[in-house]
């Protein structure tokens, strides 16, 4: 992408509304824009995040074995009468009525939909264990939006819904989500540590929230400091192996770990005092375990082998990859601007002509362009007439990993800068050695 074609509404000045450094940068970045209380439009080089987020989320459910599909937005009532949430669900619920007057409802969430589905064609034991999910803009109106997308009142949620014949299905199931989900976060370069958590009105007994610890965090959290060391599950996790998936959430939950609802003050201080930590923490992902709370009232029951017939046990796992985009940036900045990890940075490589309307450096610059678009990479070419320091100044805001800073200079010589956003190192190097030096 050529930055004099791309849409990058840059920011100089620091927005007085925004209270914390991710709703900041992404404001000074470009990336989103208020369009009311919580209610955001995400412009193009904000977009680019949010996609890349959700294919990292994407491709570990599918890894998991989860089926992707898309729920509507628009819900009706009558739904959420059958589970006797439509009265409990309270303010938070965007509540509207149709020309027909019938009640209608923005889905904050989807057990009720979902549960309607499965009950319509799964009528077999064969056709378990099943899990569906999908990535679907949610309304929650939030008393207090804030931080920009981080508590927005509209927001994307990815959840996934799983169904078993029983509870050790269930159970199955939800480790499977359990190690996915720190595959997922792992991936986003992110440290996250799964704390024993509140159900809230989701209901149910068994429950894990993914927690960054940052001092930003609205949730108040409570942890042994291993956790700080734990490697995630490899690529080849085995998702079929029940034991080896139990092994694994074993090791994560020996440890204490938990949010402020959950907290055992004598638990915690039975860790050594250095490991001890009370932190804040941004909570990016909730599963659940709630067995028959939803199937039972919706008649959601299989066959099963034994012939007769079995309510289905459920839970529900889900990730905010709206506020996951804040959560990165709380987790990886400095001074000068954001810091994307590898994975999700909107693009992988600046080039910086240091001197517009110089035609070697617009060759050097083009030629790369070329040759590192066509290798695959994801590059950001600022063709701008812009002056050399607000180049440096806008491509270390955006955080692009990779800089290629080409001057009048170096060029001369035969060479170009390299430089890396995370630590600001440079290096001389011929521009034909560039594509090998990136892999
Ligand atoms: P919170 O405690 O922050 O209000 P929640 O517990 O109500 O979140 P869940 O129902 O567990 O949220 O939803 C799953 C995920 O959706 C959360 O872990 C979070 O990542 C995301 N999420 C929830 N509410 C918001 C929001 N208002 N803005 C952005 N993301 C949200
Ligand atoms: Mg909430
Ligand atoms: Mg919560
Ligand atoms: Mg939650």
């Known amino acids: 992408m050529r930055l004099s074609r791309y849409f990058l509404p840059i920011l100089r000045e620091v927005p007085k509304e925004a209270e914390i450094v991710s709703h900041r940068l992404m404001l000074r970045a470009g990336m989103i824009r208020q369009e009311s209380a919580g209610i955001y439009a995400w412009l193009p080089f904000g977009h680019r995040v949010l996609n890349k987020v959700c294919n990292i989320i994407r491709e570990e459910q599918n890894r998991a074995g989860a089926i992707e599909l898309l729920m509507p937005t628009i819900q009706s009532a009558d739904l959420w009468r059958e589970s006797g949430r439509y009265d409990d669900y309270g303010k938070e619920m965007l509540r509207i009525k149709d020309r027909h007057d019938r009640d209608m409802l923005f889905g904050p969430t989807n057990e009720e939909m979902i549960t309607e589905i499965v009950r319509a064609y799964v009528k077999s034991y064969k056709s378990l264990p099943l899990n569906l999910y999908h990535i679907q803009w949610k309304f929650r ?68 929230e993914f927690i960054i610890l940052a001092s930003t965090g609205e949730s108040e959290v409570f942890c042994h400091g291993d956790y700080l060391e734990m490697a995630p599950p490899p690529p080849d996790v085995n998702f079929d192996d029940a034991a080896g998936l139990q092994a694994v959430f074993d090791r994560w939950t020996a440890l204490y770990a938990a949010t402020s609802e959950k907290h055992d003050e004598a638990a915690f201080n039975a860790i050594p005092e250095g490991r001890r930590m009370a932190a804040r923490g941004i909570e990016v992902g909730h599963i659940f375990y709630f067995g028959t709370k939803y199937s039972e009232p919706f008649g959601a029951r299989v066959q099963g082998p ?86 440096f ?42 594509l090998e030096r990136l892999k």
């Open 393 to 434: 100044a806008t491509a270390d805001l955006i955080g692009l990993p990779w800089q290629i800073l080409v001057g009048p200079k170096s060029l001369a010589e035969g060479k170009v800068e390299l430089k890396r956003r995370v630590d600001g190192s440079r290096e001389l190097i011929a521009p034909g050695d560039i």
């Open 306 to 391: 034994d012939g007769a017939e079995h309510t289905l046990h459920m839970g529900s796992y889900g990730i905010g990859p709206s506020r996951l985009v804040a959560a990165m940036i709380e987790a990886s900045h400095d001074e000068a601007g954001i810091i994307w990890p590898d994975a999700v940075a909107p693009f992988q490589v600046g080039i910086l002509n240091l001197k517009a309307g110089d035609s070697a450096t617009e060759a050097a610059c083009g030629a790369l362009y070329a040759e590192l678009t066509a290798a695959g990479y994801d590059v950001l070419y600022d063709d701008t007439e812009e002056r050399a320091g607000a180049k």
């Open 141 to 208: 109106d939030e008393v207090r939006p804030r931080f920009g997308v981080y508590r927005s009142r509209e927001f994307l949620m990815k959840d996934a819904y799983s169904f078993d014949l029983d509870a050790a299905g269930a159970r199955h199931s939800y480790n499977k989500m359990f190690v996915a989900y720190l595959r997922t976060f792992a991936r986003m370069g992110l440290r996250v540590i799964p704390m024993v958590a509140d159900t809230g009105p989701i209901g149910g007994n068994l429950s894990h």
